[in-house]
T-cell receptor, first 115, second 112 residues
Framework: DTGVSQDPRHKITKRGQNVTFRCDPISEHNRLYWYRQTLGQGPEFLTYFQNEAQLEKSRLLSDRFSAERPKGSFSTLEIQRTEQGDSAMYLC?????????????FGPGTRLTVL | GNSVTQMEGPVTLSEEAFLTINCTYTATGYPSLFWYVQYPGEGLQLLLKATKADDKGSNKGFEATYRKETTSFHLEKGSVQVSDSAVYFCALSPLGFQKLVFGTGTRLLVSP
C-alpha cells in the first residue's frame, strides 16, 4: 500500500492556460474524491467517483472543470482557461465503504498558482 | 444543511499541557465524524473517527467522543508535544459514505 499519489505537486501557469492533474488512489479503493483547499480554509468537495462513474459534482465545479476516471483506477482533473481565482491546493482522496463508513485517505495535493 | 464549526486558532500551548479543540456540527441524519491533521507542507492525515453516537475515536494519545445530544466531537490530548504542532480539521460525512464536510481548521502551536 503506497498511499494516494498526486502529480504534479506544484504547478505554476499563466491565466488562460489549461492544466491537468493526476491522482492515483490506493489500489483496492473504488471511491475517489477531489477537493479544493484555499489558504486558511478547510477542503471543499468538488466531485467523486465510484469506480468509473462520476456520482456527484459540486456547484463549485464550473464548466471549465472536468474530471475523469476512465478505467476506475487513476483520475484526472482538468481546468480549462485558468483564472487567478483557481489558485489553490487540489486534493485527491480515495476510500472504500467498510461497515457503512467510507474512510477517506488523502494524497499530498497539487498546489496550483495562476499568474 | 451540513456544516462543521471549529474553535478559532491559533491555540498556543506549552509542552505537556492538556489540549482541547472544540468541534460542533449540524447534519441531517446520523453522520460519521472525523479528525484530520495537516502537518506543515504535508497532506491531510486521518487522526481518528467515530461512526455512531457515544463512540470514542482514539489514536496517538488523541481522543474524541461522538456526542449526539450536544452535536459535538471535541478533540482532546492529555499531554501535547512539540511534534503535535499542526492544523487540525474536524469533518463529517453525511450518512457515513459521502463527501466530507470540513471545518475551517484550528492551528495548534506547542512550544518547548
Amino acid at each position: 500500500d503506497t498511499g494516494v499519489s498526486q502529480d504534479p505537486r506544484h504547478k505554476i501557469t499563466k491565466r488562460g492556460q489549461n492544466v491537468t492533474f493526476r491522482c492515483d488512489p490506493i489500489s483496492e479503493h473504488n471511491r475517489l474524491y477531489w477537493y479544493r483547499q484555499t489558504l486558511g480554509q478547510g477542503p471543499e468537495f468538488l466531485t467523486y467517483f465510484q469506480n468509473e462513474a462520476q456520482l456527484e459534482k459540486s456547484r463549485l465545479l464550473s464548466d471549465r472543470f472536468s474530471a475523469e476516471r476512465p478505467k476506475g483506477s487513476f483520475s484526472t482533473l482538468e481546468i480549462q482557461r485558468t483564472e487567478q481565482g483557481d489558485s489553490a491546493m487540489y486534493l485527491c482522496a480515495s476510500g472504500e465503504i467498510v461497515l457503512s463508513t467510507d474512510t477517506q485517505y488523502f494524497g499530498p495535493g497539487t498546489r496550483l498558482t495562476v499568474l | 444543511g451540513n456544516s462543521v464549526t471549529q474553535m478559532e486558532g491559533p491555540v498556543t500551548l506549552s509542552e505537556e499541557a492538556f489540549l482541547t479543540i472544540n468541534c460542533t456540527y449540524t447534519a441531517t441524519g446520523y453522520p460519521s465524524l472525523f479528525w484530520y491533521v495537516q502537518y506543515p507542507g504535508e497532506g491531510l492525515q486521518l487522526l481518528l473517527k467515530a461512526t455512531k453516537a457515544d463512540d470514542k475515536g482514539s489514536n496517538k494519545g488523541f481522543e474524541a467522543t461522538y456526542r449526539k445530544e450536544t452535536t459535538s466531537f471535541h478533540l482532546e490530548k492529555g499531554s501535547v508535544q512539540v511534534s503535535d504542532s499542526a492544523v487540525y480539521f474536524c469533518a463529517l460525512s453525511p450518512l457515513g459514505f459521502q463527501k466530507l464536510v470540513f471545518g475551517t481548521g484550528t492551528r495548534l502551536l506547542v512550544s518547548p
